[in-house]
């Protein structure tokens, strides 16, 4: 009992760092959740997980209070046993700022129900506590974390690389064993990069899909996900105008602009070997779903 209630002890201490402590400076890209299989002396499953939830966050996007609790709560519900989660920010690389994983963790799988008359009785016990602890820590880990990068989001940034980000967060999914992959992108989708620019005058530019894809393919920007699902939450977002028209100054958004900036992105994922199941602009009318 003694290693599983040290695990217990570390979850416990984890979490308050998770929720207390600035952002960790190093990439998390190590599984930062700590195995009951490995604290019990109990030989894990060959695939721990068969789910994937990748939450990539734009430093650019300022999200009203609504917004943001629409996030965590998505991202919470997909926490689930099965499940690895990654969090991730990104803006441009530039102004100290850079793509970012900060977080990756792995909720395991429990023991087969048919299984569970070769352990031990004793470890069962604590193994049962132990995942019922690990299932907890890892939700305040990921939501703690994803609720810093969205409180910490700034207009002040000049540029934001969107479609690198995108490609380079491509390959890692791609090459995840997941039998369900998804991949939830909380940006306006305002690419603002030596690329392209959404942007004129301070508002959203009206963008030609066709002419902007074609940019894309002729840079190579487009990425590879592995047929991973994808939803979009913020697009459009951007701060009022402090001058222009009176719809400027409001931070109107008509919608053309908003047809045209989702048949860019619809078409950007599919040649990037990815489904855009929901282009929240700005709000998900359905929740994440595998």
């Known amino acids: 009992m003694g290693r599983s209630m040290k695990v ?17 400076a190093h990439a998390g890209l190590t599984n930062d ?10 030989a894990a499953p060959q695939v721990p997980y068969g789910q994937l939830i990748y939450v990539l966050i734009d430093q650019t996007v300022l999200l009203d ?14 926490l ?30 429990p023991i087969p129900t048919s299984d569970e008359g070769n352990v031990v009785m004793s470890r069962l016990k604590d193994f049962h ?23 910490s989001g700034t207009s002040s940034l000049d540029q934001s690389d969107i479609m690198m980000a995108l490609k380079s967060v491509s390959t890692a999914v791609a090459q995840e064993k997941s039998a ?55 697009a459009g977002v951007m701060q009022p105008a402090a001058s222009g028209s009176t719809a400027e100054r409001n931070g109107y958004r008509d919608p053309k602009t908003l047809m045209d900036l989702k048949q860019f992105w619809d078409g950007y994922f599919s040649h990037s070997n990815a489904q855009l199941v929901e ?12």
């Open 8 to 24: 217990l002890r570390s979850f416990a201490a984890g979490t308050c760092l998770a929720l207390t402590a600035a952002l960790p």
């Open 180 to 234: 369900h992959k998804l991949v939830f992108v909380v940006t306006d989708g305002l690419e603002n990069s030596s690329l392209t620019s959404f942007y004129a005058r301070n508002a959203v530019r009206h963008i030609n899909p066709a002419v902007e894809l074609k940019k894309v393919q002729d840079n190579n920007l487009f990425g590879d996900f592995g047929s991973a699902r994808i939803y979009v939450l913020g």
């Open 65 to 78: 209070a609504t917004l943001q609790r629409s996030v965590l709560d998505n991202v919470q519900a997909m």
């Open 279 to 290: 282009f929240g602009a700005p709000a998900l009318l359905e929740p994440l779903a595998w």
């Open 80 to 109: 689930k046993p099965g499940t690895k989660f990654v969090i991730a920010e990104f803006s441009a690389f530039s102004q100290g700022h850079y793509l970012n994983v900060l977080h990756t963790g792995v909720i395991e799988r």
């Open 129 to 151: 506590t132990c995942m019922q602890q690990q299932l907890v820590y890892s939700q305040r880990l990921a939501l703690g974390t994803t609720a810093q990068v969205l409180k």
């Open 33 to 42: 959740v700590p195995s009951c299989y490995a604290a019990n002396r109990i």
